[in-house]
């Protein structure tokens, strides 16, 4: 199939109408992003594979459209293709401006999706920025490839993170709209979200399969065959530990034991879980040196992934996993230990927060608290409570 094949095929709207079918808006990022079309920097849409950045290029490039910019300006090219396997972008490029005779002195806009495919992306990337007059959006699913070569493009470059839906998300995919406050039906709606969790496919569709072929794909080909590990059987069980230990610090040492490898294997292994952004980890509120030397705490990406691997048994778990999803990029976060006391969550400016679901903040906890010099303290044990969240 030659080069030009390939990109009618991705760019539909070159030859005809254009339409979404079946999109949900997801106001709070298309808004975001907006903000950013206008500007010159390289903008980078991160996150874990399956939560929709495809779909978010796609609704910009919608609005482009409606806002009058000619389809024939706007270039969108997955970059994982096998058929551009061999192509760099600059080809890519070459081959776009040979079919539109563009000269280039339009602006452009160009959608580079799974862009870390391309080795030296980065370079590539600098070319295209310094030579034309052109706004880049490009995505990936890693984000360690992201960071160690973003400083080719210091200052030029906005990366936003994609993060699973979330509850008021995902009452809109849902189609459910509660008319009056009804706090119990909401809580009851919150069980289904802990079950189903925000990855879109799945909230739409739910199935176990989806969420376990999803995480045994991202082991496979992002972890596994990227990082040339033979045994995938071994990552599977860390990612089930990971699962099991949600919410609490983790120790290195411990897993490296169970699973008979080196606390070096084990602390690499963790890592490659972190930049396929399957887990999160929330380091300790403190000193340079202890928050570097205490272990971190542990979060699922998603509730309905830490579901399947870890059932209903513990909904308070979910909780505070989701609050730390709704306080991760927001703010800057950490959990308080002092005195074998913890605090959930304090965040950089110093608001604790602490969740509490269906419960009351016990009294050597209380004491922490009360004792902290904070802006701002709160306690959250309701899915109404969430709401306070919303102000910070
Ligand atoms: N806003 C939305 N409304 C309806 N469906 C959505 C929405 N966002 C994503 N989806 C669905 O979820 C699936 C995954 O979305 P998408 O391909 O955009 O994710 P992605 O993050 O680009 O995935 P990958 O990293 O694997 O390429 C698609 O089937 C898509 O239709």
Known sequence: MHMKDILYQYNPWWEEDFALKDIFPREKYINLLTENLGNDNVLFLTGLRRVGKTTLMKILIKKLIDAGIESKFILYVSVDDYLLKNKNLLEIIEEYKKIHRLTFDHKLYVFFDEITYQKDYFHQLK?????????????????????????????????????????PEY?????????????????????????????????????????????????????????????????????????????????????????????????RYLYYFEETFLIHLLPRWGKTNEKILSSKKIYACDLGIKYLFTGDRDLRSYFENYIYLQLRNKKEVF????????????????????????????????ALFDRMNAKKKLVINSVDGLKLLAGL
Request: proline share 2%; net charge negative; aromatic share 10%.
């Open 127 to 167: 070319t295209l920025y310094d030579k034309y007059s052109i706004k880049i959006v490009a995505t990936s699913s890693s984000s360690s490839l992201l960071k160690d070569k973003k400083a080719f493009l210091t200052g030029r470059s906005i990366t936003i993170e994609v993060k699973p839906l979330d509850f």
């Open 335 to 366: 959990y308080l230990y002092e005195d074998g006391n913890e605090i959930d969550f304090i965040t950089s400016d110093t608001i604790l927060i602490e969740a509490k679901y269906n419960a009351e903040i016990s009294g050597k906890q209380k």
């Open 171 to 267: 009452m809109v995919f849902k189609d459910i709209n509660l008319k009056k406050r009804d706090s119990a039906l909401e809580e009851e709606y919150f069980k289904d979200y802990i079950r189903d969790g925000g990855l879109p496919e799945n909230v739409l569709n739910p199935n176990r399969e989806y969420l376990m072929n999803l995480v045994d794909d991202i082991i496979q080909k992002d972890i596994t065959a990227f990082h040339g590990i033979k045994n995938h059987q071994i990552m599977r069980d860390y990612f089930t530990l990971l699962m099991e230990r949600g919410g609490k610090q983790l120790s290195i040492n411990k897993i490296a034991n169970i699973l008979h490898i080196s606390p070096d294997t084990s602390r």
